[in-house]
């Protein structure tokens, strides 16, 4: 469940796709390969592309079929919680970021954290500050939890695609674990 940063084969064209969720519309970018570049709760990747690390921004973005992880996005949606969890995604950050970025894919669906639970699961307990950028900064919403942190005092802090939408994912999560 790492988030992958070399051996990109084809980064000329990215495809994107919308699936209509429970939630609202919900975009996914994917590389050549299949990858998840970027991906949140809107209904086209505008929104999307300008997150996505200049090294991995593909040439040119086309609307099509994104495989497997259309199929993952659908499940999860359905309640199968653990279907995004092998769902590969590329992000390029530094050493930080990168390694806050996999420690998020740990957290269980269910299980939220605190930024300062996160910060110390990523190695680095004084760095809440650290851990709340790794959330602002993730391109890969859904695939990438950052909608798992919340703030020491259980507050939902904040979240890229609107506090209704994380609301409604931990709630999507602790009902999926009863």
Request: hydrophobic share 40%.
């Amino acid at each position: 469940m790492t988030i992958e940063t070399t051996d990109i084969t084809d980064t000329t064209t990215g495809r994107w796709a919308v699936r209509d969720t429970p939630f609202g519309p919900f975009t996914a970018v994917v590389d050549g390969d299949g990858a998840v570049l970027a991906s949140g709760w809107t209904d086209g990747p505008d929104e999307l592309t300008g997150l996505i690390h200049a090294s991995l921004r593909p040439a040119a973005f086309a609307e099509g079929d994104i495989g497997p992880v259309a199929e993952a996005i659908d499940r999860y949606h359905r309640g199968d919680l653990h279907a995004i969890d092998d769902v590969r995604v590329r992000q390029v950050s530094g050493e930080f970021l990168t390694h806050a970025w996999d420690v998020l894919r740990t957290v269980p669906a269910g299980a939220p954290v605190t930024y300062t639970e996160y910060a110390a699961k990523a190695g680095r307990p004084k760095a809440v500050r650290g851990a709340a950028s790794a959330c602002a900064r993730n391109a890969a919403a859904l695939f990438v939890p950052c909608h798992r942190v919340l703030r020491t005092d259980g507050s939902l802090g904040g979240f890229r695609w609107g506090l209704d939408v994380k609301r409604r994912l931990l709630e999507h999560e602790s009902a999926g674990r009863s």
